[in-house]
């Protein structure tokens, strides 16, 4: 989710995001830019309330409430991010550092179930490696107590590596802070609230001089998409075998499904990934491997590619397109309309799309038919979905516009509904049609056009 932006494409937010507690670092550290006097915390309260893209712009919005106290909010494409609200107090201590730089013993990443987690307790090693926090985050290093630094830090590691562990969000947090730091450099830490509706956590958390609670999800895992010996069984061995398929996007979700549903129905299948190679080549192989026709190559729509005729133009088959391509769909504050969103959504749907119709067609491809997949999104218009939804109108329009100037070209578009995928995957309980059945109802209406 963090460190690995092809593995975070498969994942909640669709790329690869932030820590929380990194944001609330960097937000505070520029908020104490101009302070020399030491300070030690007193309370601080924070909610993560979408994930920070690595690579984002950030907007960061600061409300001093009084001397000691300020109100931060991130904001990043229009869209709250996070809210931290931190108080301190002026330090007449020596600021000592006792801490070990790193942790004494190995630290392994817990898989936890629900049930697991609901019963948790435990405790974390506190360490604090000053000299490279200085290089991040300069002014918290300069003012505020190693001590206190470090029990803020546990408090990612406990979320992120123990409890819930590699499935994890990190939501919230609300600490105080005291001036009693006696007691074993630990974080300690009992589950005591468990809503297995929601996979929600609340963790009450202890450490010297820090008491409070932490508030954190048990993400869903990545969207499985059914194996190809299961697609077989669905599908009739030679009802698309008149066609060569290009599947834009069939790395993963919607255009790995067609992908095996047209294999299995006896179709020469190439996708493209952008990213996701070794996805890519996993289908491929997990189709080949039962004697069906697969290959892959990779391919950006938001650039010319010359390149994609080179494996294509062959007229021995009729070429199917199957254009899945897009940025990633959820995450958008509702009720807000952003220009920028919809210029990515756009730039996938439109412009991208209209260029690999262009590129297909104005060549020797043998071209013949277009599945463009709608969504239902138009119709029911969710209030974080608008920019969404208006992009696959207007890809609904181009599609009307290419048909109507190449008569001899049929494009199908159906407004699909919500399925489940990478895409869809949400820590609220959300219902997502099979895939498979959804697909496979349109794939043969395109073939009988």
């Not at 629900?114 to 490279?132: C, H, M, P, Q, R």
Request: charged residues 20%; hydrophobic residues 40%.
């Amino acid at each position: 989710l963090h460190m690995d932006p092809i593995r975070a494409r498969r994942l909640l937010f669709g790329r690869q995001v932030v820590h929380g507690l990194h944001a609330l670092f960097w937000g505070v550290d520029h908020y104490l830019k101009t302070r020399t006097q030491p300070l030690e915390l007193e309370t601080v309260k924070a909610n993560f309330q979408a994930g920070l893209g690595v690579g984002q712009t950030v907007n960061c919005m600061y409300t001093r409430q009084s001397e000691h106290q300020v109100e931060i909010r991130l904001e990043t494409d229009e869209t709250p991010a996070a809210w931290i609200q931190i108080a301190w107090h002026p330090s007449s201590q020596q600021q000592a550092d006792t801490l070990p730089a790193a942790s004494q013993e190995p630290e392994k990443c817990r898989q936890r179930s629900l049930d697991e987690v609901a019963a948790a307790s435990g405790n974390l090693s506190l360490y604090f490696d000053k000299e490279y926090a200085a290089r991040l985050f300069p002014n918290l290093v300069r003012v505020l107590p190693p001590i206190q630094l470090a029990a803020l830090l546990a408090t990612t590691r406990l979320v992120g590596m123990e409890c819930p562990g590699h499935h994890s969000i990190y939501s919230g947090l609300n600490l105080t802070f005291g001036s009693d730091s006696a007691g074993a450099l630990k974080l300690n830490y009992q589950v005591a609230d468990c809503n297995k509706r929601l996979a929600l956590l609340l963790m009450d958390v202890k450490a010297p001089g820090m008491k409070g609670q932490i508030k954190a999800f048990l993400r869903p895992k990545p969207q499985e998409q059914a194996a190809f010996t299961e697609v077989c069984r669905e599908v009739e061995s030679e009802e698309f075998s008149a066609q060569r398929a290009l599947i834009i996007g069939g790395s993963r979700g919607l255009g790995e499904v067609t992908a095996k549903l047209l294999a299995a129905g006896g179709a020469e299948v190439i996708i493209t990934y952008y990213h996701g190679q070794q996805d890519a080549q996993q289908i491929v192989e997990e189709i080949v491997s039962h004697g069906a026709r697969a290959d892959c190559l990779p391919l950006n729509v938001l650039e010319p590619s010359q390149g994609l005729l080179n494996r294509i133009a062959n007229r021995s088959k009729p070429l199917y397109l199957y254009y899945f391509a897009t940025p990633a769909i959820f995450g958008a504050a509702k009720g807000r309309f952003s220009s920028q969103r919809f210029t990515t959504f756009s730039d996938y749907y439109v412009t991208g799309f209209l260029r690999t119709v262009q590129t297909l067609a104005d060549s020797s491809t043998g071209l013949q038919k277009i599945f463009y997949p709608s969504s239902s999104a138009i119709e029911e218009l969710p209030l974080d979905m608008g920019e969404y939804a208006a992009a696959k109108m207007a890809g609904e329009i181009l599609c009307d516009f290419l048909q109507k100037a190449n008569p001899a070209l049929a494009i199908h578009k159906p407004r699909l509904p919500r399925v489940a995928t990478d895409q869809t995957v949400s820590l609220l309980p959300v219902e997502n049609q099979d895939p498979v059945s959804v697909l496979l109802t349109q794939l043969r209406s395109l073939r009988q056009m």
